[in-house]
């Protein structure tokens, strides 16, 4: 009688352990993703905000390099969580629409 608890205790453990393993796994495939948004204008989809902040950054000093050092250029960025499996946008598109 110890013996069946036994067996019947490890392979509830091995069930359980085993679907922790796999929703583990599961959650991190499913990938995580962000629209952009400048001036509440989607100019793509990127896989971390702060990606996204440095790519901003660096299309606006290109932007800045076109016009008088007194010119001030102010756009407001925001993000949104993407639903779906959206693909990314590529860094020269999301650059591309962010001088548009």
Do not use: W
């Amino acid at each position: 009688m110890k013996r069946g608890k036994a067996v019947v205790s490890l392979i509830l453990c091995i069930v359980i352990l085993t679907s922790l393993v796999s929703f583990t796994m599961f959650s991190e495939n499913e990938s995580t993703a962000y629209n952009m948004y400048v001036n509440n204008i989607d100019v793509g989809i990127v896989k971390y905000a702060a990606k996204g902040l440095a790519l901003y950054d660096s299309a606006m000093n290109q932007i800045s390099k076109q016009y008088p050092k007194d010119v001030s250029i102010q756009s407001e960025v925001h993000f949104k969580e993407s639903i779906g499996g959206s693909a990314l946008t590529s860094e020269s598109q999301i650059a591309d629409a962010i001088g548009k």
